[in-house]
C-alpha cells in the first residue's frame, strides 16, 4: 500500500481537489465531504463516479451557451435594421437562457413597445421582474398571463402570481393563487415560496409540511432530476431548520 500510495500521491491530490470543487460548487449530501477528506484519494475516486460523472450529462446545457451567444451577436446587428417584436422578443428569451435577468426584461418591453401581443412575452417579462425582486412591476404581466391561461407554464404562472402578490403584502390574493396553483402543480418553487408566504402569516406547522413534500419528492425521482432540483432540497431544509416544529 505504501508503494501504491508513492505512485498515486501526486494524482490522489488532485483527485481529492477535483471532488472538493464539485463538492463545493454543487453541494450534494454533506457526507461526502468526509468521505473525500477522510478516505484520501480513495474516497475522491468513489465520489467522482458517483456524483461528477453523472452531472456530466449536465453539462449539454452548457455547450449550448455558445451558439446561444452567437445568435444574440447576430440578432444584436439584425435589430439595428430590423427592430421587430419578433427579434425583440426573441433577444429577450435568449438573454434569460443566459441568466441576463435585466438584459430580458429590456428586451421583452421593447418587444412589447413595438406591439407584440403574445402572452409568453408579457410572461417572461413578469418572471424577469420577480426573480429581481421586483414584485410590483411583475404583477400586471402576470395578471395577465394567468387571466389569459390560468395554467400557462404549467401552473407555474399562477404560483409566480401568489408569489409576487405575497411580496407586495396583498396577503388574500396571494393565498388564493397558491392554492390555486398547489392544486395542480407540484413544481418545489411552488411549494417553497407558498410556505415562506406560510411562516410570514404565523402558519408554521403547514409551511413544515410544504417544505417536507419537496423533500419527500426526492427518493422517487431519477437522478439527473435530483441533481437539478439540489437547490430546492437545500432551500426546503434551511426552512426546516430555521421554522420550530
Known amino acids: 500500500m505504501g508503494i501504491l500510495g508513492f505512485f498515486i500521491y501526486p494524482w490522489g491530490l488532485i483527485l481529492q481537489a477535483v471532488a472538493i470543487i464539485h463538492f463545493i460548487r454543487r453541494r450534494p449530501d454533506t457526507y461526502w465531504i468526509f468521505i473525500i477528506l477522510f478516505l484520501g484519494w480513495l474516497g475522491a475516486v468513489v465520489y467522482i463516479f458517483v456524483e461528477v460523472l453523472p452531472d456530466l450529462g449536465l453539462l449539454r446545457q452548457s455547450f449550448k451557451a455558445f451558439p446561444r451567444r452567437k445568435r444574440i451577436s447576430q440578432l444584436l446587428i439584425e435589430i439595428h435594421d430590423n427592430p421587430s417584436s419578433g427579434n425583440w422578443e426573441e433577444l429577450g428569451d435568449l438573454y434569460m437562457d443566459e441568466g441576463k435577468l435585466q438584459s430580458a426584461r429590456d428586451a421583452f418591453s421593447k418587444a412589447i413597445s413595438a406591439r407584440s401581443d403574445t402572452l409568453d412575452c408579457f410572461y417572461h417579462r413578469g418572471v424577469c421582474a420577480v426573480l429581481m425582486g421586483d414584485a410590483r412591476a411583475a404583477l400586471p404581466d402576470l395578471e395577465m398571463a394567468v387571466r389569459r391561461d390560468p395554467g400557462h407554464d404549467f401552473y407555474r404562472a399562477v404560483g409566480l402570481l401568489a408569489h409576487a402578490c405575497a411580496q407586495t403584502g396583498e396577503k388574500e390574493k396571494a393565498e388564493l393563487y397558491f392554492r390555486q396553483a398547489i392544486g395542480r402543480s407540484t413544481l418545489s418553487e411552488t411549494y417553497l415560496n407558498f410556505a415562506d408566504f406560510l411562516v410570514s402569516q404565523g402558519h408554521n406547522a403547514e409551511a413544515r409540511e410544504w417544505a417536507k413534500k ?32
Open 214 to 245: 419537496v423533500l419527500d419528492k426526492r427518493p422517487s425521482m431519477p437522478g439527473y432530476l435530483r441533481r437539478r432540483e439540489r437547490p430546492w432540497f437545500r432551500r426546503a431544509k434551511g426552512l426546516l431548520k430555521r421554522v420550530p416544529a
